[in-house]
């Protein structure tokens, strides 16, 4: 479980609050995709979940531990990869056997099984590796030390197209009901079909926080060449027609959720209505 | 794999695979500082060797000395360029000591950094145990074992030092010498702990920053105390109270300089310590 109640937090020198009285609620076996334009204060939610920063006001817990703390037992039981990752240029069987044994859950089949999906060998040297592949291969540790949180900040930034897909498979696989992937991006079509939680912010707090189902119930998305007639409350247009979100009736098909549709209509029309319908 | 599952504050077994990851990963550069500490001083003692050579080799061609002067003088020169060795050895190993310390917390040096540390399921006290172990303990014994390897050149190459067991000897005897021994040590290491609370405030080009703001601060100081003595200082009662201080008094003096540098030395690796364990990713010279 992973709880922030009125959570603040000001950069030194900054004028603003990055994050203002923020709460906010997660219970394990989620994978949460954590949307918000540049500045939203993403990355900050990350960094003060994991111990990183210590915020200005507010409670943060995870499982039980305040993160700022930064007590041993609760590092082992969180992984962050950030958007830019460090890591030395040494065999990626070093790199394991140096840091696997402060992971409990470490499984070597896991690893050997991320890097199959990743199309990388479990005998390559970091060093010689491009950025993307470096990624893959901290994205490939990430995963097999099964920490029952996993904070990911763009990790498909510098993956190709296939790596992408790679990804979302791996992600899935590695996924139980003890754990908690929360996922921080801008590339929300890379998350297409991984989340089954989506939350919204920005420097307010939170726009959006429903489950991908309860999305789904609420509302319809499509693209077609001319705009339905009724119920349409977000739209823009594409080459050869439009994209649109409306509000679901009861007798149409449940759609899949586009992210990209939802998250520029939250930012296009606040307060929420539609949810509090 | 052994996994660590302990949860106490200071765990044996996870500062030892703290100290196997760090030696795993950063070994390239431990090598490498390794080689410059000793490769210093032995390019040192080559230099010396190479000098003292020539010189010795010159007296002899001279030949103008009888047998006995002429095995008194190379002796002398041995001394002399011995001597110098050491001399310089000891200057350049306070230098190797500020850069170690500047080097403490290099593993802050940039904000991905700084989360792949932090985030290293460890206690806060065994990082910063680990970080003043291999660069306080172990950067100290690295530079006095490269002094030896370049002594050790010197005495194969001409003979440089005959230590005078009656001169250490009569060292040891001498009074206080116990209060001098440590307040050179003291003084010695104050260099390096310094340095590391230098490069817990700044990270980056640690040692340059740490040395202007010492520089500062020195220059500062001996302006204030100079105003001062020229308002304040009654310079005769000062001297006839340092002439009171008769032979049984001086360890009076000796102790405080002692205590004076251990407390430095000690409140140089307290702030430190308290830096380290406020340190958030996003650094900036005072954050809480």
Partial sequence: ?277 | MEKIESNKAFSMERFSALLKSELSVNRGNYIKLAIAAIGVFAALAFLISFNAGMSIHGLKETAELTGRDMSKTIMDRQTSYGTMYLAISAWIFVIGLSVLGSLTFSNFSSKKKRISSIMIPASQIEKFTLRLFTYFVCGTLLLLLGIFFGLGICQIAFGAWSPSIDAIIDFFNMDYSGYIIVSIILAVLLSDSIYALGSSLWPKLSWIKTWVVMMVIQWAGAFFLMILAAIHINWESLFVFLDNFNKDNVWILLLIVVAILASLNIACWCLAWRRFRNTQIIQRFMTK
């Fill in chain 1, 1 to 277: 479980m992973i709880s922030l109640k009125n959570v603040s937090y000001r950069y030194t020198g900054s004028k603003r609050n990055s994050i203002a009285d923020f709460s906010m609620e997660l219970s394990s076996g989620k994978i949460v995709g954590l949307l918000g334009a540049n500045g939203a204060g993403k990355s900050t939610l990350l960094y003060l979940i994991s111990g990183l920063l210590r915020p200005t006001a507010g409670d943060v817990n995870v499982n039980g531990y305040n993160p700022w703390d930064r007590n041993p037992a609760f590092l082992s039981q969180i992984f962050l990869v950030p958007e830019e990752i460090d890591i030395p240029s040494i065999s990626l069987e070093s790199f394991v056997k140096a840091y696997s044994p402060f992971y409990p859950n470490f499984s070597e089949e896991s690893l050997k099984e991320a890097l199959f999906h990743f199309n990388l060998s479990p005998d390559i040297h970091l060093g010689s590796l491009s950025m993307g592949q470096k990624k893959k291969a901290f994205l490939a540790f990430a995963l097999a030390c099964h920490t029952p949180v996993l904070l990911m900040d763009e990790p498909t930034n510098g993956l190709d197209i296939p790596g992408k897909s790679e990804f979302r498979k791996a992600v899935v696989k590695t996924m139980n009901d003890e754990r908690t992937i929360i996922i921080s991006t801008h590339q929300v079509r890379d998350l297409d079909q991984l989340l089954d939680h989506v939350t919204i912010m920005d420097n307010n707090g939170i726009q959006l926080d429903e489950s991908i189902a309860a999305l789904q119930e609420k509302f319809t998305f499509g693209l077609a060449p001319v705009l339905p007639e009724t119920g349409v409350i977000w739209s823009e247009p594409i080459m050869g027609g439009y994209a649109y979100m409306k509000m679901r009736t009861p007798d149409q098909q449940e759609t899949e959720v586009n992210l990209e549709a939802l998250f520029n209509y939250i930012y296009t029309r606040k307060p929420i209505n539609a949810f509090q319908a």
